[in-house]
């Protein structure tokens, strides 16, 4: 077996290998092919330079069909913490599913990496379990998707108005100040990943960001929050709030509602509660009021050590982290 980089024909291998799966699987996989003209020169940049996905697959030596493929998606202002996606397995393939992972985390390791992330569905059992037990990740925090059908009516007025670049500093300090402290180490940002850079366009996920101001002084912020899409149906608003200012969440959700309509006809909107933060039981508690409802909870594996290897490009089996116990999983 061998791990190396896609190419644009593995687009074909790999439509076939989950063409059984709904069209919307189908093209979440597939769009890692989006940007493959770029790719080409993106994978000699230093790691600090990377702003986007970079995606390997293992194929068998002698049939040369895809066995598993895996993303590794660099933090945009800080490329040393690396989000591990897209993780495709055939039937029976945990030990491919562990390689992956370990490569992975060596290859970019090796170059700078330090913390890596995977979020993964709580009812995911099989998953967890190779991140946790094969590959050494902790299970580290959750986090929610809620949804809320009717908002209710408020007159509370909340001055909001689109992020800008020079709001960074303030929002990763917003961001961090509302960490749980034993969170922190893992979790905190720099005003690097706030901002926005010239490659936004390629990315995987589009991103609408606001500012609350503060209601006694609008050079001041109480609240930023983001809503973001992969696919244009699909929208999550993620909401930061400041402890020492009250902030409307109802405000927050009818922007946000009304916000997207005028990007799509037809969406689905959900609000993630981030139950590592301090304002986690505020939001849940104003969606709770609102009728909302958690349609999903997804566990946040972090692992924050790497240990490099020399050859990459190897045919042969990479075991770094942990000894293998064998136990067949098959994920889609």
Same mark, same amino acid.
């Given at each position: 077996?061998?791990?190396?980089?896609?190419?644009?024909?593995?687009?074909?291998?790999? %439509?076939?290998?989950?063409?059984?799966?709904?069209?919307?699987?189908?093209?979440?996989?597939?769009?890692?092919?989006?940007?493959?003209?770029?790719?080409?020169?993106?994978?000699?940049? +230093?790691?600090?330079? %990377?702003?986007?996905?970079?995606?390997?697959?293992?194929?068998?030596?002698?049939?040369?069909?895809?066995?598993?493929?895996?993303?590794?998606? +660099?933090?945009?202002?800080?490329?040393?913490?690396?989000?591990?996606?897209?993780?495709?397995?055939?039937?029976?393939?945990?030990?491919?599913?562990?390689?992956?992972?370990?490569?992975?985390?060596?290859?970019?390791?090796?170059?700078?990496?330090?913390?890596?992330?995977?979020?993964?569905?709580?009812?995911?059992?099989?998953?967890?379990?190779?991140?946790?037990?094969?590959?050494?990740?902790?299970?580290?925090?959750?986090?929610?998707?809620?949804?809320?059908?009717?908002?209710?009516?408020?007159?509370? +007025?909340?001055?909001?108005?689109?992020?800008?670049?020079?709001?960074?500093?303030?929002?990763?300090?917003?961001?961090?100040?509302?960490?749980?402290?034993?969170?922190?180490?893992?979790?905190?940002?720099?005003?690097?990943?706030?901002?926005?850079?010239?490659?936004?366009?390629?990315?995987?996920?589009?991103?609408?960001?606001?500012?609350?101001?503060?209601?006694?002084?609008?050079?001041?912020?109480?609240?930023?929050?983001?809503?973001?899409?992969?696919?244009?149906?699909?929208?999550?608003?993620?909401?930061?709030?400041?402890?020492?200012?009250?902030?409307?969440?109802?405000?927050?959700?009818?922007?946000?509602?009304?916000?997207?309509?005028?990007?799509?006809?037809?969406?689905?909107?959900?609000?993630?509660?981030?139950?590592?933060?301090?304002?986690?039981?505020?939001?849940?508690?104003?969606?709770?009021?609102?009728?909302?409802?958690?349609?999903?909870?997804?566990?946040?594996?972090?692992?924050?050590?790497?240990?490099?290897?020399?050859?990459?490009?190897?045919?042969?089996?990479?075991?770094?982290?942990?000894?293998?116990?064998?136990?067949?999983?098959?994920?889609?």
């Amino acid at each position: 077996m061998k791990i190396r980089r896609v190419n644009y024909f593995d687009k074909f291998k790999l %439509k076939k290998s989950i063409s059984f799966l709904s069209p919307d699987v189908v093209a979440h996989y597939t769009k890692v092919f989006r940007n493959y003209p770029f790719l080409h020169f993106h994978k000699f940049l +230093p790691l600090s330079m %990377k702003f986007l996905p970079e995606s390997y697959i293992m194929e068998d030596n002698n049939s040369k069909n895809i066995l598993g493929m895996i993303t590794a998606i +660099p933090t945009s202002g800080n490329q040393s913490k690396i989000a591990i996606s897209r993780l495709f397995l055939e039937m029976n393939y945990y030990e491919v599913g562990k390689q992956l992972i370990d490569y992975v985390i060596a290859k970019y390791g090796a170059i700078g990496a330090t913390s890596f992330i995977s979020i993964i569905d709580e009812r995911n059992d099989e998953l967890l379990q190779l991140f946790s037990e094969g590959c050494g990740f902790r299970q580290f925090a959750s986090e929610q998707l809620w949804q809320v059908e009717n908002i209710k009516e408020t007159n509370v +007025p909340e001055f909001v108005r689109p992020f800008k670049n020079s709001d960074a500093k303030d929002v990763a300090e917003l961001f961090n100040d509302s960490l749980i402290t034993h969170y922190k180490p893992s979790l905190l940002r720099k005003k690097e990943e706030y901002t926005e850079n010239i490659f936004k366009g390629l990315a995987d996920r589009r991103i609408f960001r606001y500012v609350v101001a503060s209601s006694f002084n609008k050079n001041k912020m109480k609240a930023y929050f983001a809503i973001s899409t992969t696919d244009g149906v699909n929208f999550v608003v993620v909401i930061t709030l400041s402890a020492w200012e009250e902030t409307s969440i109802e405000t927050i959700l009818k922007f946000a509602k009304r916000e997207i309509s005028k990007v799509s006809k037809d969406f689905v909107m959900y609000i993630k509660i981030r139950k590592y933060t301090t304002s986690a039981e505020t939001i849940e508690q104003a969606l709770l009021n609102n009728g909302g409802s958690c349609t999903q909870t997804q566990i946040v594996l972090v692992k924050d050590f790497y240990k490099p290897v020399k050859d990459f490009e190897t045919e042969h089996s990479i075991i770094l982290f942990n000894d293998f116990k064998e136990r067949s999983v098959y994920k889609s």
